[in-house]
């Protein structure tokens, strides 16, 4: 028949392409370990660079710009992304750090931005993950920054005021919460509903109508309510489909977030800078003198060049009472001449003033 002659030709044209991908594939991924091969010869011994936030940002916006369709742009893009990640770990597997154990949305996000070939090295506090990049266990991080309903996570602030270390990427990750339990439990036999504090608030909604009167109990990973779930009959953790595939957990209810459009922000960690890769943002610390006019004074700046915040927020300062640092993200580059001036402008008002980074505009 026509069709089947249709659909036989249509299957062989596949095919071919599949064949000229796959040596494509190659030929890029052997240009990689040649990269490798003279990163070697002229750096010394650990001081080679084999992942560049900056370069990896600028080929995914280029994709995204070239992609003809009819595959959606950040369809292909993810697909780019798992390729540099192969040629990556040719060149040299990066081992990442993320709020463990396994199955968080921390690591998701580490997924979603270094590709399934990095090497992923899990840590119980997001104090440890930044511990594990600078004593050197792990390349670089994922630390979660920023949900959009629950607001800042004060801990990963908290935690940079203290580090060397500096933001080198972001990643933004679509949260879907699911109540998962073991095999053994039913929604009639929870005794306690586990999560992290940002997810039980963003489940508040949904459990007060649902499991009204069931405790809950704050873990400090949804990885860890996942574990318990698994090892407990009568807990029930709320957390992803990773956690669910991870420790083979029963979706009871799939998507109980409060807001359907639940995102939360990571940024990646790592010991160096970044160089501009042309789409940037800069996130500062900064604390201002405690007298009238402080915040106008910090944000006066900003206005005058044109630059255009992103975020603004307050933590309570750890050394004077009733005193507080500000974290301020604008896009742009600490190398920018108007960034330049609009820190020279605010070390002036401040009593202290910390860049934490700049880094690229999440491409995906």
């Known amino acids: 028949m026509a069709s089947d002659e249709d659909l036989a030709a249509i299957r062989a044209e596949i095919d071919d392409i599949d064949r000229q991908l796959l040596m494509l594939i190659n030929q890029r991924a052997d240009c990689a370990r040649r990269v490798a091969e003279i990163k070697l010869a002229?750096?010394?011994?650990?001081?080679?660079?084999?992942?560049r936030p900056e370069r990896e940002a600028q080929i995914l916006r280029?994709?995204?710009q070239a992609n003809p369709g009819p595959l959606p742009a950040d369809f292909a893009a993810r697909i780019f992304r798992e390729i540099m990640s192969s040629c990556l770990a040719l060149e040299r597997p990066l081992t990442v750090g993320f709020l463990g154990p396994s199955g968080t949305y921390s690591q998701a996000a580490a997924i979603k931005h270094f590709g399934q070939s990095a090497i992923h090295q899990s840590a119980p506090t997001i104090r440890d993950v930044f511990r594990q990049v600078e004593d050197r266990v792990c390349d670089m991080a994922v630390v979660p920054v920023e949900n959009s309903t629950e607001g800042m996570v004060g801990q990963t602030l908290d935690c940079f005021l203290e580090s060397a270390l500096h933001i080198v990427g972001e990643v933004e990750l679509p949260i879907v919460h699911h109540?998962?339990?073991g095999a053994?439990?039913?929604m009639e036999s929870i005794t306690a509903v586990c999560g992290h504090?940002?997810?039980l608030g963003q489940c508040r909604e949904w459990?007060?109508?649902n499991l009204p009167g069931v405790p809950r109990d704050v873990c400090r990973s949804n990885g860890e309510a996942a574990v318990r779930a698994q090892a407990e009959p009568g807990i029930a953790a709320i957390a992803g489909d990773l956690a669910a595939d991870n420790y083979r957990l029963i979706k009871l209810s799939e998507a109980i977030q409060d807001i359907a459009h639940n995102t939360t922000r990571f940024f990646v960690i790592g010991r160096d800078s970044v160089p501009a890769s042309g789409e940037d943002k800069t996130?500062?610390?900064i604390a201002s003198r405690n007298r009238p006019g402080a915040l106008l004074s910090l944000l006066r700046p900003f206005e005058e060049r044109g630059i255009s915040l992103t975020r603004i927020d307050s933590r309570p300062s750890k050394t004077e009472k009733w005193t507080y640092m500000f974290f301020i993200e604008f896009e742009g580059h600490l190398t920018d001449p108007l960034i330049r001036e609009v820190v020279a402008a605010l070390e002036e008002n401040s009593i202290l003033l910390k860049p934490l980074g700049s880094y690229p505009k999440a491409p995906i």
């Not at 002229?42 to 992942?51: C, H, I, K, M, V």
């Open 179 to 181: 109540l998962l339990a």
């Open 207 to 209: 459990l007060d109508a």
């Open 283 to 285: 996130s500062i610390l």
């Open 62 to 64: 280029a994709i995204q």
């Open 42 to 51: 002229t750096t010394r011994s650990g001081d080679a660079l084999f992942y």
């Open 197 to 199: 504090e940002q997810a």
């Open 184 to 186: 053994d439990t039913t």
